[in-house]
Each structure stands twice: as structure tokens, then as C-alpha cells.
């Protein structure tokens, strides 16, 4: 893509999303609140990554864009989907919808575990003809080659076509649901932590995968706690913490420059064994018994009455004591 | 502590999965041990571990001879070594309470009567506070069961402890946690550790070496 092209794609917006909340409806009337008032914009051609501790609602927030939440769940908010044809609310939308036009043609999902996605009884080859049918209606004497096309668009190896999934090394799983996920043409592509369990070099390998696709002018919302593969490919950073998104960062100036500037964001970096790998003390909180302060506060060595109260979201960051607080 | 001399070992009769690996583990001592997936280093760390017979080669454990896997390997010899695998819901059975699966060990070796203060001992060392203790798998996250996975396989006291790619699912701070979980035991005890894994830069700030799977074999 020339710069020109690329400066346009970046000022088109795919994904608005604003005041997202999820609920769980639980026994007894209890609430999980999974997640709280998140709200942010992705571009085409760029990448967002959504990073946070297990159990912080990442995943739940990529289920309700797919409108994949179960039954007990409410939610709260808009998420408009703008790239790939008219404005649709995919909070609002019904399953027929979803189903016949969003899924996979206007949202690609690259999975968590592509070897669990896949189909285990068919082929790639015939996994991917089918999907080519539905999606884009392909006539059977093109298929085959369309077929080959749609692997090689994932550098998925053509003499692999007609293995089955559990012939597949991790790597090659991975690669053949992202030409999968990549099938529909969608302007926007979620991926689900699509590292966890690779090695280095295969993390290296997907991510850079990924990049390319936000370079042929998707968006790319990846979720996942892996900080290396978000530092690799992001341009931005979502921290998310107790189901809010508590900073929201240039990737540049989140892993370099300037640093993190939420306490529980700085934390999480730092926890990395290449830099201090001391943890955040303590454990996320339970998502159904959250307190009305910070949530965070319990946890933060900079914590004080204030944050008793919740600190406002400004758009960039959520916290009352962001500079050093001066010790007495 | 740990002495293992040219070991195959494998699934199937005539495939091997590991040939003539040798690799030694110092008292005291913390070992990394790095290669890709699929190279065989985990079946190395299950020889290690007791749980997996090798075809050919030597496990001297402790300067004993090991002569018998898996539940014919004599007790004394099992509970020197502690493991904790990549995946804690594998590892735990669903249908006992965290509080449990740490005492197991302890249940099975005719130790109940530690149970109580042992458990709360180790929850406190692997930060699982609170009722998490009284839940079961499906109700705490990944890190917090393998929280329990690690507490449980320090439970006896091993003086050898195996760490199967222990954080490989697991984000930075829960990473960052056990870890320190794993080095306040060994501080205490002077135990050993076998940690296996693919990442390089975890391993080398957490071992005292990191040995190269390709350079193992001889």
C-alpha cells in the first residue's frame, strides 16, 4: 500500500465503540460486571491491542462484538461496525443479521486455539472451499483456484491443503485460520489471543502475519496478555483492568518513550522478566464484588481516600495520583 | 541432584523422541532448559519427573539409581521431585475444591494430619487468598489454578522441582508471581529446578544457566 493510500485508510474509522457494558445475570441475583463503560475507536489499517490480566473481560468484550455472549448476559452501549457497508450496531443487531452479514464477512475472527477452531474430520482444502462458497459465492470451477489464493493470502503452504487439522504442526493450524478468518475480504479482524502456547518465533511469526493484514487496510483488534506481541505490532495499547479499559496509549510511547502512565499498566510492564518480572501484588479483583473506588486502589501502593471515588476516564488514562504522590 | 545420562526415550517402538540426551541438575542449583515446541523437551522433563520410563540411559536421582517409573517408583524417590505441567486444567481434577488438590499429595502418602497447616502455609507462599481455596477449577482463572498446581507440587517438600513450561498461558504479572513463588521455596529449601521452556529471556533471568536443547544430545 503507497502512504497516500495508507494515511487515507487510517483516517477511516471501522469500529466505534462506546459505553460498552456486559453483565452477567447470576444465581441468587448476583452481577458479574465483565465489562464496564469501555469505549474506543479503531482505524483502518490499524492495529489496537487489548492487553490485561486473565479474567479482566478482554475476552467477553471480543464475544459481544460478535454478539456471541450467552443468555444471561446484558449489555449496555454501542459498538458500530462502519467498514463494509452501512452502519450496524452489533450490540443492537439480531442474530440474522449477525449471522448472514457481519460474521465473517464483516468481522473476521482469527481463534485462540486454531487447532480446536478447525474443522477436525475435514481437510484445510475442503474447510476452506466451503467457506469461500458461503462467503463469497464462488462458482465450482473456480473454487480450486480460489481456494489456493485464499491460502497462499495467509502464507499457509499449498502442498498442505489436504492435510487434516491434526496433521498440522501449531504454527501451520494458525495460519490456515487466518486464511479463514481472512476469506470474507472483513475490514475488521479480532484476534483472540492468537499467541497463547506458540513459541517465540511462532509468536513472532503470527503477529507479523496480523500486522500485514492491518497493512492491506484492516483493522485489527488483538486481544491478549502477551506484552511482546502487542509491542511488536500495535499502534496503540488498551490496558484493561476489572473489566475497564484504565489507559489508552501509542504503543510507541507505552513500551519506549514515556512509559505507561496508569500504575496498574506500569505493573504489568514491569512484570516482564526483561525488565524489573516483580508481579502486581496481590490478584484481580472478583468481578462481581467490585468496589465503588478504584479498582485497582487495593493493589496500588499510590492509593489514598481519593480513590475512594472512581477516577474519570479522560480518554487516555484513569487515575487520580499520576505523578509520583510525595512521600511524608 | 538431578543426573541424566544418554536418555531415548519415546512413545512408540522405534521412534524416539529424545536421543541421547544428557543433562545435569546441581544441588541447589536452577536449570533452564530451552528448545522449540515439539523438540522433545517436555518428554525429557516426564523421564525427569519419574512419570515417563526412557527406552535407554541413566536417572540417578539424589545419587540413587532410578529403576522404577510412575507408581512403582519407590516413595521416597517420588516425593523427591515436585512437577507442575503447562496446563493447570489438565492437571486438576475438576471435581475436588483447590483446598483438596493442594492436600492431595499429602492425602496420599498418609500425611493427612499436616493437611491444614501445610495448605495454609503454601496458599500463602503462591498468593491464593480469600475463599479461592474452597472453590473448585471451573470457578477460579488459569493463573489461579495453576497457583494451585504449583502449591501442590511443593506440598511434600520436594527437594527437586520440575516446571513443565508452568507459565506458558499465564499474562506477566501471574508469571512474574509464580516465579517468585518458586525461588521464595528454593531460598527456603535449597531445592533444584528443572524449568522448561521456550522463552529465552524468562528463562535466563530465572535459572542459574539456560541449556540449549541442541546442545544436549552427544
Known amino acids: 500500500m503507497t502512504k497516500a493510500a495508507a494515511t487515507k485508510a487510517a483516517a477511516t474509522t471501522v469500529l466505534s465503540v462506546r459505553g460498552l457494558s456486559v453483565r452477567f445475570r447470576m444465581r441468587g441475583g448476583r452481577h458479574i460486571a465483565a465489562v464496564t463503560d469501555v469505549s474506543f475507536d479503531l482505524a483502518a489499517g490499524e492495529c489496537l491491542a487489548l492487553v490485561g490480566e486473565s479474567g479482566c473481560g478482554k475476552s467477553v468484550l471480543a464475544s459481544a462484538l460478535l454478539g456471541l455472549l450467552p443468555g444471561n448476559a446484558q449489555t449496555a452501549g454501542s459498538a458500530v461496525l462502519h467498514g463494509g457497508g452501512d452502519p450496524v450496531d452489533l450490540l443492537a443487531a439480531d442474530e440474522r443479521t449477525l449471522a448472514r452479514t457481519v460474521r465473517g464477512r464483516r468481522i473476521g475472527l482469527v481463534p485462540q486455539s486454531p487447532a480446536a477452531h478447525l474443522t477436525p474430520v475435514r481437510t484445510v482444502r475442503a474447510q476452506l472451499a466451503e467457506t469461500l462458497r458461503e462467503l463469497t459465492g464462488t462458482p465450482r470451477r473456480e473454487l480450486r483456484a480460489a481456494t489456493e489464493a485464499a491460502a497462499e493470502r495467509a502464507a499457509f503452504p499449498l502442498g498442505h ?77 488498551a490496558v484493561m483492568y476489572a473489566g475497564r479499559v484504565v489507559e489508552l496509549a501509542d504503543a510507541t510511547s507505552y513500551f519506549g518513550g514515556s512509559g505507561p502512565r496508569h500504575p496498574y499498566a506500569q505493573g504489568l510492564l514491569e512484570a516482564l522478566p526483561e525488565r524489573a518480572f516483580t508481579p502486581v501484588p496481590g490478584m484481580p479483583p472478583e468481578l462481581g464484588d467490585l468496589p465503588d473506588g478504584c479498582a485497582f486502589a487495593p493493589r496500588c501502593e499510590r492509593a489514598t481516600g481519593q480513590c475512594g471515588t472512581r477516577p474519570p476516564f479522560d480518554g487516555r488514562v484513569a487515575c487520580h495520583h499520576l505523578e509520583e504522590p510525595g512521600r511524608a | 541432584m538431578l543426573d541424566l545420562k544418554n536418555i531415548t526415550a519415546g512413545y512408540e517402538r522405534g521412534r524416539p523422541v529424545v536421543r541421547e540426551v544428557s543433562l545435569a541438575v546441581a544441588p541447589g542449583e536452577a536449570v533452564g532448559l530451552l528448545g ?176 540449549e536443547w541442541t546442545e544436549l544430545s552427544g
Open chain 1, 161 to 237: 491443503l489436504d492435510r487434516y487439522p491434526h496433521e498440522l504442526s501449531g504454527g501451520l493450524a494458525q495460519r490456515a485460520a487466518t486464511a479463514l478468518a481472512l476469506v470474507g475480504d472483513a475490514p475488521l479482524l479480532l484476534a483472540d489471543e492468537p499467541t497463547t502456547g506458540l513459541d517465540r518465533d511462532l509468536v513472532d511469526r503470527t503477529a507479523d502475519e496480523l500486522r500485514r493484514t492491518a497493512d492491506d487496510g484492516r483493522a485489527l483488534l488483538m486481544i491478549t496478555h502477551d506484552l511482546a506481541a502487542a509491542e511488536r505490532i500495535a499502534d496503540r495499547v
Open chain 2, 36 to 211: 522449540p515446541s515439539g523438540c522433545g523437551k517436555s518428554t525429557l522433563a516426564r523421564v525427569a519427573a519419574l512419570l515417563h520410563r526412557p527406552d535407554n540411559g541413566t536417572v540417578t536421582l539424589d545419587g540413587a539409581l532410578v529403576t522404577e517409573w510412575r507408581h512403582r517408583a519407590p516413595r521416597a524417590q517420588r516425593t523427591t521431585v515436585g512437577v507442575v505441567f503447562q496446563s493447570p486444567r489438565l492437571a486438576a481434577d475438576p471435581r475436588l475444591r483447590l483446598r483438596e488438590i493442594v492436600a492431595e499429595p499429602l492425602r496420599a502418602t498418609g500425611r493427612q494430619i499436616e493437611v491444614r497447616e501445610r495448605v495454609d502455609e503454601l496458599a500463602d507462599l503462591v498468593g491464593l487468598g480469600g475463599d479461592l481455596l474452597n472453590r473448585r477449577p471451573h470457578e477460579v482463572s488459569d493463573g489461579q489454578l495453576q497457583r494451585a498446581c504449583l502449591a501442590r507440587a511443593l506440598v511434600l517438600r520436594p527437594r527437586l522441582l520440575v516446571c513443565d513450561e508452568m507459565t506458558a498461558m499465564l499474562d506477566a504479572s501471574t508469571t512474574a508471581a509464580l516465579v517468585a513463588a518458586v525461588e521464595r521455596y528454593r531460598r527456603e529449601t535449597t531445592a533444584s529446578l528443572l524449568a522448561v521452556g521456550h522463552d529465552r529471556t524468562l528463562l535466563e533471568r530465572w535459572c542459574d544457566r539456560a541449556a
